[in-house]
């Protein structure tokens, strides 16, 4: 029986952690990067798990069994007049879609801002991203403005909701 565990992120995940963002950039065009665009290496993701963990911001990756299913980030703001606030990114695998991970990951997240002092959540979506855009509506974001032409992708613009939940 799988048994699937959301968790903080840990440096010995690493590998698996850029395997996971590598699969979900050749699986989705809903992501930020093309194919074999991030940065490749140890040492970037190294650097990325510490920057989360040294900043106060917050990364969670849900692990089934052996495999890393998916991530959700809450960077909080780093400056003063920003540090109630949080901006989250999301990823998962395409076979562990519709399952709640999305859900959980984002109660997840909630939890951890209102312990921590965030008081606003907030995040951009593909408009035509219609699944990920009812996810964080089911879950009270809320469309705060759009985009136009955020993102190129395929030679065409991209228009993005900006979404944010106040706590």
């Not at 065009?29 to 140890?42: A, D, L, S």
């Not at 032409?149 to 706590?167: G, Q």
């Amino acid at each position: 029986m799988r048994t699937m565990v959301i968790r903080e992120i840990q440096l010995e995940d690493e590998n698996k952690f850029y395997t996971m963002q590598q699969q979900i950039d050749n699986e989705t065009k809903f992501m930020m990067y093309e194919p074999n665009e991030r940065p490749v290496g140890n040492d970037e993701f190294t650097g990325i798990i510490n920057y989360f963990k040294k900043s106060g911001s917050l990364m969670l990756v849900a692990v089934d069994d052996n495999e890393m299913a998916g991530v959700i980030a809450a960077e909080r703001g780093g400056q003063q007049r920003i540090k109630h606030t949080a901006y989250i990114s999301t990823g998962l695998l395409l076979k562990y879609r519709n399952q709640g991970i999305g859900s959980q990951f984002l109660k997840r997240v909630e939890e951890w801002a209102i312990t921590n002092g965030i008081t606003r959540l907030e995040l951009t979506v593909m408009c035509h991203n219609e699944a990920a855009y009812h996810l964080y509506q089911k879950c009270g974001f809320q469309v705060e403005g759009k985009r136009l032409h955020a993102m190129k992708v395929d030679n065409n613009y991209v228009d993005e909701y900006y979404m944010a939940k106040l706590l």
